[in-house]
């Protein structure tokens, strides 16, 4: 099991910034996927972003080109850069791990507690 502790969410206007962070708590070489997903009000989960331990990456066609996900060994945390944002971003964003999987079976059972962000038109 992997405990996820998110943090970095809030109140941002259209076309700001946010930084999300992940911290893991074991090793995140020992993860093979994390991946940060969103759930706004009335919708079901989506897959926002996720890397590999290797470094590939995935983003849903909704955040390309305007989020990017990162990592920081050394920290073990992941995080999620959101540029550009939309009011339409506006939800809760939960970190998941998926220590023996693949990109593809995401999400894994371990899961964050979630941060708000909220995008204001």
């Known amino acids: 099991q992997v405990l996820l502790v998110e943090s970095g969410g809030g109140s941002v206007q259209a076309g700001g910034s946010l930084r999300l962070s992940c911290a893991a708590s074991?090793?995140?070489?020992?993860?093979?996927?994390m991946g940060w997903y969103r759930q706004a009000p009335g919708k079901t989960r989506e897959l926002v972003a996720a890397?590999?331990?290797?470094?590939?990456?995935k983003y849903a066609d909704s955040v390309k080109g305007r989020f990017t996900i990162s990592s920081d060994s050394a920290k073990n945390t992941v995080y999620l850069q959101m540029n550009s944002l939309k009011p339409e971003d506006t939800a809760v964003y939960y970190c998941?791990?998926?220590?023996?999987?693949?990109?593809?079976?995401?999400?894994?059972?371990?899961w964050g507690q979630g941060t708000q962000v909220t995008v204001s038109s």
């Open positions: 998941n791990a998926d220590p023996g999987g693949v990109i593809e079976e995401l999400p894994g059972d371990d």
């Open positions: 074991r090793s995140i070489f020992s993860i093979n996927v």
């Open positions: 890397i590999t331990s290797g470094g590939s990456t």
